[in-house]
């Protein structure tokens, strides 16, 4: 159970870390899909 405590914690800290680079990465992500969602409502109306 320690091993398992101890593994949930580094990867909490693992993410808490990286969170900024998630969040920047979901972001582009969004943007992408919604040019694309933009561009096929312009060309077919």
Do not use: C, E, H
């Amino acid at each position: 159970m320690q091993t398992v405590m101890k593994g949930y914690r580094g990867l909490s800290f693992l993410v808490l870390l990286n969170a900024d680079r998630l969040f920047t990465l979901g972001t582009v992500i969004v943007g992408l899909l919604a040019g694309a969602f933009l561009g096929t409502a312009i060309i077919n109306p």
